[in-house]
């Protein structure tokens, strides 16, 4: 056997578990110098920034109460580049058929917002310069 292990050996098993505690502390410290600390002030990075990006887009679904909501009216829909072709009431809402532009095809969801309806259905259908749009609307209820 060599000299050092035998050495090793004679040492009191207290002592020897004294050498591996000091041994163990002494890297655990060296480790803990040695790598640089992450500051919690530190701008995030990678995903995370992408996340808090997006959330800062989020739109709140409340409707404010400064906004009043109107009472729908199809004749609302009559502008220029959109034509109500018929409109079918039933109890809580009914059945819109428009002759509309493209351009104006964006400017009806926020109409639709502003008089409380939601589209339960649609079918649009191209015509010559125009399209055709079908939309099945209710009322949202507040229950």
């Given at each position: 056997m060599s000299p050092l292990a035998e050495r090793w050996c004679d040492l009191s098993p207290s002592f020897r578990t004294g050498i591996?505690?000091?041994?163990?502390?002494?890297?655990?410290?060296l480790w803990h110098f040695s790598v640089p600390a992450v500051e919690k002030t530190a701008p995030p990075t990678g995903l995370q920034a992408q996340w808090r990006k997006l959330l800062s887009l989020r739109v709140d679904q409340k409707v404010p109460p400064s906004q009043t909501i109107k009472p729908f009216s199809a004749m609302a829909f009559q502008t220029e580049g959109s034509a109500v072709r018929s409109w079918h009431p039933v109890s809580a809402g009914g059945e819109l058929v428009l002759q509309l532009q493209w351009a104006t095809l964006l400017r009806l969801f926020p109409l639709l917002a502003e008089q409380n309806m939601r589209i339960t259905g649609f079918s649009i259908l191209p015509e010559q310069h125009d399209l055709q749009m079908k939309l099945q609307l209710e009322i949202i209820s507040d229950e």
């Open positions: 591996w505690l000091g041994m163990l502390l002494f890297t655990g410290a």
